[in-house]
């Protein structure tokens, strides 16, 4: 099992406040799911998908999904003044989480895109695998840039609707 990080002063030691704690709203939820199945890694397209986020709501779940290490950035290679946002291992894991909440969600509620309702209820497993292995193709190596040289830690001060 992969060494945890020391955690932040929770409310309880309770392992469901701190999920709560870390992905307890909306927006973060939204913005991984739309890493995880619609391949989105920039902040431009987080802004176009169609729940509508804010720039400043943006920017500063960016910055706590990268302080709780569920994504990370590289520079963009065609634009180096741009951030590339990635999931890391940490951040692939919820896949099975979000799976399931999708799955709650068209039971208990009318929702729609139930193309993806019925090609998870087929065969959840293989949904997952095949969202673990998109991330794998895409994060072949999350620490290094394209050059394969070991890129810097990211700052997280360039996250927002200024930066590139």
């Known amino acids: 099992m992969p060494k945890k990080k020391a955690s932040p002063k929770r409310r309880s030691g309770c392992p469901l406040n701190a999920s709560v704690e870390i992905l307890g709203d909306r927006w ?33 779940r960016l910055r706590k999904l990268i302080a709780h290490g569920i994504i990370t950035t590289k520079l963009d290679p065609s634009d180096g003044r741009k951030l590339i946002y990635l999931l890391t291992a940490k951040g692939i894991d919820l896949a099975p989480v979000l799976t399931e909440m999708v799955l709650w969600a068209a039971g208990h509620e009318d929702t729609g895109n139930q193309a993806l309702v019925r090609q998870i209820q087929m065969d959840k497993e293989q949904f997952i695998t095949g969202v673990r292995q998109r991330w794998a193709e895409t994060n072949r190596a999350p620490d290094r840039n394209f050059q394969g040289k070991l890129r810097p830690s990211p700052d997280i001060r360039r996250v927002g609707p200024g930066s590139p």
Do not use: V, W
């Not at 913005?31 to 199945?37: F, N, P």
């Open 28 to 60: 973060s939820l939204l913005i991984i799911r739309d890493m995880m199945l619609r391949g989105f890694h920039s902040y431009k397209e987080f802004l176009e998908s169609y729940e509508g986020i804010a720039t400043n709501i943006l920017a500063d």
